[in-house]
């Protein structure tokens, strides 16, 4: 049996993927998509959506409506301080997190 160990990863981190893209600056949803798809991290939009949802609920991220020259009315995604607080919190803990795991597999970045 084969086991898609990429996805498992993906899919414990990829908030945390959208809630820095929003660090930077709002963005909407379809912005969203192409970059985590063109990283990897999610395989369609409409994966996407769901994790927004969650993100919303949780009050790490808002939403807002812009109207856009190129087509209907744009909802924005934007970090708030509860978001900005949960990122910062899992970068203290991401590094030393995969510094251990590739002690333990025996992974050498040399």
């Given at each position: 049996m084969t086991v898609d160990v990429g996805a498992q990863l993906r899919k414990g981190v990829v908030e945390y993927c959208v809630l820095g893209l929003l660090e930077g600056e709002p963005m909407y949803g379809w912005q969203?998509?192409?970059r985590l798809v063109q990283a990897g991290m999610?395989?369609?939009?409409?994966?996407?959506?769901?994790?927004?949802?969650?993100?919303?609920?949780?009050g790490l991220a808002t939403a807002y409506d812009e109207a856009s020259a190129a087509?209907?009315?744009r909802k924005y995604y934007?970090?708030?301080p509860?978001?900005?607080?949960?990122?910062?919190?899992?970068?203290?803990q991401w590094g030393p997190f995969t510094a251990t795991?590739?002690?333990?597999?025996?992974e050498d970045d040399s």
């Open positions: 969203l998509s192409e999610i395989a369609s939009i409409g994966t996407l959506y769901p994790i927004l949802s969650r993100l919303r609920t949780q087509g209907p009315v934007r970090l708030t509860a978001g900005t607080t949960r990122l910062e919190a899992f970068r203290l795991v590739h002690r333990l597999v025996g």
